[in-house]
């Protein structure tokens, strides 16, 4: 049966993209479903998770300091398979928990972001077990939570300006005084690096391609430099652009005799996705 507690939370997380309010607003959260251990039925669960690089998300099985493992994480054991979602992305993952000297390492990083966590840990005599979530490689595209390609362009580059501005509030909390920037927080910032590196990557070999395709465009008339003569510009040119990004900066050509005002630094291609949450 749904969580009494859970369950609200979860549906203002879907139908608002992964933001909430109250309790857990500004949050960094996901909903995680598992397999029940015992009964085989899917089980979600909303849970805070920490940034961790391109490749992996972290969810600590706190469970408030109780005595016992929460359910998820009895289930993730039997069926380490599992769903996650960000709000922008859904994806299956593989849960590993991860062993005492990586578990030490990464919640001691935990508690000098966020000192709740010391203090359930001081609540219960078991070891709260810190377990990593990585993407399993699906063929196709991702599965984004929108129901067409400007759309998931738009909720992706938002879920973007949201961990951005979090990531600002973090920077301006820890400069506030002299000590050295935290670890998770640098964590923090290196995973949405490598989120843009992921997304930009994806324009490039997905994205832009599947555009020229679908909506094919003359060669190249003043693209990627400007033309004095008229004349088509030379590859050297768009040096460092992909086919697919030199053709998505080319301005349409003005009509015979009129010069265009859209130059190649003002032009704005459209650009769209994705990791793992």
Known sequence: MPNDFNQPVIDEFRANRGQVGGYFEGARLLLLTTTGARTGTPHTTPLGYLPDGGERVLVIASAAGSSRH???YRN???????????????????AVVLDREERDRIF???????????????KTDRIIPVVALYEIAQDG???????????????????????????RKEMSEATSNTAPLGAQLRANCLTFCAGLHNHHTGEDIGLFPFLADRHPRPPPWNACAPSTSGSPPSSSNCAGLSPARARARTPTPPPS????????SNSKPISPTRKSS
Do not use: C
């Not at 991702?142 to 990531?167: C, Q, T, W, Y």
């Open 70 to 72: 929460p359910d998820w």
């Open 76 to 94: 993730i054991l039997a069926h380490p398979q599992v769903t996650v979602e960000s709000g922008v992305f859904t994806y299956e993952a593989r």
């Open 108 to 122: 001691a990083r935990a508690v000098e972001a966020e000192p709740g966590w010391a203090t359930y840990q001081e």
């Open 141 to 167: 595209p991702p599965r984004i939570n929108a129901s067409g390609m400007g759309e998931a362009i738009k909720v992706v580059h938002d879920a973007f300006r949201r961990e951005l501005a979090l990531i």
């Open 257 to 264: 005799g009129r010069r265009s005002s859209v130059s190649p």
